[in-house]
């Protein structure tokens, strides 16, 4: 995925920009349209969970993706927080009961 870009918020918990890329890359959780924008005219955010180089920390890293250009604009990146978690799996379980 590339170009990546980033918004000043994306270092606000001052995760390392290589973790944050390594998370996404390695992501264990993945949600697309996790979330609609909270900035009007911007698509919905993803959601990836998945551990720092080091597999030391798990972390949710929120980015809006356009899979046709093939970048992603990063903006929030922090250590999973459980209620995070809990949603990504409360969608993910709703998305596949709506499957069958």
């Known amino acids: 995925m590339a170009p990546t870009r980033w918004t000043s918020s994306a270092d606000k918990h001052l995760i390392a920009r290589a973790d944050t890329l390594n ?12 979330d609609q924008a909270r900035v009007p005219g911007q698509p919905t955010a993803d959601l990836f ?4 180089r080091d597999g030391s920390i798990m972390l949710e890293v929120f980015a809006h993706v356009d899979q046709v250009n093939k970048d992603a604009l990063i903006f929030h990146s922090m250590p999973v927080r459980q209620k995070t978690l809990e949603r990504a799996r409360r969608i993910l379980a709703d998305r596949k009961g709506q499957q069958s």
């Not at 998370?23 to 996790?34: G, I, L």
Request: aromatic share 12%; glycine share 6%.
């Open 23 to 34: 998370a996404m890359r390695s992501a264990v959780v993945y949600v697309q349209d996790f």
């Open 49 to 52: 969970i998945g551990p720092t």
